[in-house]
């Protein structure tokens, strides 16, 4: 964990990185607050990940699209030199949207693995750099 934290704020040249440090704090602040949030949680951190993806990109002088598909950001980051990112835990982290809004359930068990996946990737994309 600590690798981790420490790739994860060592990266904070990009305006994408500097939001997505936020997004990482508020996906656990809504694990944690009265009443629990977990739709949003998980939605904090799919935006967190795909703000580190995006981050490479801009890196790499790639185009950033505005969408949230982390398999096709993913596999475009691959393209600029980014090492595979894990498909199993692009796919624990990704949600639509509506998962704020409450539109599907989200437990928190299902929140805090997307948690962590998210961690995993964004340390995989910091340590690329």
Known sequence: GLDSFQAINSQTSSKYVTAALG???SAVYHLFSRPQHCGQSKWASLQATE???KSYIERKDGKVDPHHNLNKLSNYAHTLGL???NRDNLEIIQC???VR???S?????VAVEAHLASIDICEKVASSA
């Not at 359930?105 to 068990?109: G, K, L, T």
């Open 101 to 103: 809004y409450g539109e």
């Open 105 to 109: 359930s989200v437990s928190v068990q």
């Open 96 to 98: 639509a949207a509506g």
């Open 23 to 25: 997004d990482l704090q």
């Open 83 to 85: 090492n595979q990112l």
């Open 51 to 53: 703000k580190f993806i």
